[in-house]
């Protein structure tokens, strides 16, 4: 059984910081893959930035120079920083991690950006 557990989300003003962390635990092996998505209400779910086993990060071109993805092969967690935040980055945030093919995602956590 693999858990993705999330943390770090909440509410912020228009400019302000947050940090997510996910954590992998279980019977994960083999992570080529971690990555963070997120869903707004009534919007398709979408990548924000990931980060293959290369370590080069990629990232949605409307967070480039402000979300920073970082990745601890060791302990199999993934962080964004999200830094100069925007009402329009409101949104639930799914932590998504590849092991062997196999597609795992953590439950969800929201962020709210106050304007």
């Known amino acids: 059984q693999v858990q993705l557990v999330e943390s770090g989300g909440g509410l912020v003003q228009a400019g302000g910081s947050l940090r997510l962390s996910c954590a992998a635990s279980?019977?994960?092996?083999?992570?080529?893959?971690m990555g963070w998505f997120r869903q707004a209400p009534g919007k398709q779910r979408e990548l924000v930035a990931g980060v293959p086993s290369s370590g080069i990060a990629n990232y949605q071109d409307s967070v480039k120079g402000r979300f920073t993805i970082s990745r601890d092969n060791a302990k199999n967690t993934v962080s964004l920083q999200m830094n100069r935040l925007k009402p329009e980055d409101t949104a639930v945030y799914y932590c998504?991690?590849?092991?062997?093919?196999?597609?795992?995602w953590g439950q969800g956590t929201q962020v709210t950006v106050s304007s």
């Open positions: 998504n991690v590849i092991g062997f093919g196999v597609s795992y």
């Open positions: 279980g019977r994960i092996f083999s992570i080529s893959y």
